[in-house]
DNA sequence: CCGTTTATCATGCAGTCGCATGGTATTAAC
DNA sequence: GTTAATACCATGCGACTGCATGATAAACGG
């Protein structure tokens, strides 16, 4: 074997060459060649870490998904079940320069995975974790008492993330504030308080 | 002067084309050519009703705008605040095969909007109007005793809307049944009226 | 030291892209 | 009948696409 090399650590290089490229231009500027030039090296290099373009575009998802996971669950060990709850759903809205750019690329996957069915496998895999969390903690903040115990957990969970997902693109095209999107989750999760 | 054409039929004839190459292969596959061929016309016709591609493409977002609207007006004139609120939201999930081609096409100009001023300016246009037309009825069912009074209605019409838009994905990559969604949607607004 | 494997590169290839150009046909105004 | 404007088409252009190929360099096992 020949020169040392961390394969897995060039293929994250490369997946996150993938993310500043789509955050820049968009999904469609994309290519193996825009890609090489962001990540700083040839296009031969590029193509010999990844068979094709959609397996390159298939671990960048990967590699997003987990940087989200990653970043959720180092904030995951303090506070109450609500506040916890609070700061998943903040993490997954564009409300500082990482999480809009993340927001914006992740929206830019779940677009193209209505087409690409790899993508979608990828997607509806890390789905039930999230929502489940989410159930878990609207649960663990009943049996404290501090939400009203005849909510529906489940349905409350897939509701904030849905609402969650559903406030991405009107924040980052500037409808609503970073502000209005804060206070619209605080509402709901006051709600849940049974305070309105 | 010359040959009798309707303008607007013909660019609203090329711009469901769009839409059907969009829904069939995504937005990277929109092409001049692609598009004149799925219109049954040469590519120089295409070109003749549009100065650009991304012209093409504004107006075809506009045009898929206006037939949500005229779909979602169509219904809005019998039952009660509340009824009329379900079935709003109803048509912005892709529950059968019309809702289902809109739901995948807006989804990709959502994405796009985020790297296309000019779609982002369109899509931010509209977003009053359906967010105030939810609020609207909600106050309504408020006054009608329909719903508690105390909830914020601008706070839960945000809510709802986005709501809706975070279900859209799932459902079309299958992780939600149709039966999923619309039980999702009523089991919020049964909250609303107050019965969980 | 030699052969094999890995890493990287430059280049070539067939295909597609948006768009411009030049042409023809049709129709209405004069 | 002539002129001008519109509708439409075929083609060409340079740029770009994903991917394949062949070459070069490096480094370890034998």
Redesign the pocket.
């Known amino acids: ?5 961390d ?1 897995e650590a ?1 293929r994250r290089h490369i997946a996150e060459a993938v993310h500043r490229v789509i955050d820049a231009k968009g999904m469609d ?6 890609v ?1 030039a962001e990540a700083g ?5 590029v ?8 397996e ?1 575009l298939l671990l960048a998802l990967g590699h997003l998904n987990t940087r989200i996971s990653l970043r959720v669950a180092a904030v995951t060990h303090d506070g109450t079940p609500l506040g916890l709850l609070r700061v998943a759903l903040l993490e997954l809205l564009p409300l500082d320069d990482e999480r809009r750019f993340e927001a914006r690329v992740g929206l830019a996957f779940l677009a193209r995975s209505v087409v690409a069915g790899d993508l979608a496998a990828l997607l509806r895999e890390g789905l039930p974790y999230v929502v489940g969390f989410y159930a878990g903690q609207i649960r663990a903040a009943q049996a404290a008492g501090q939400v009203e115990g005849d909510l529906d957990a489940d349905q409350e969970a897939v509701m904030l993330f849905a609402f969650a997902q559903g406030m991405v693109n009107p924040v980052l095209i500037g409808h609503y504030t970073v502000e209005d999107a804060v206070s619209a989750v605080d509402y709901q999760l006051r709600r849940l308080r049974g305070g309105y």
Chains 1, 2 share one sequence.
């Open positions: 074997m020949p020169k040392i090399v394969h060039r500027s994309v290519s193996l060649r825009e090489a090296m040839s296009m031969g290099a193509q010999h870490y990844f068979a094709s373009k959609d390159m």
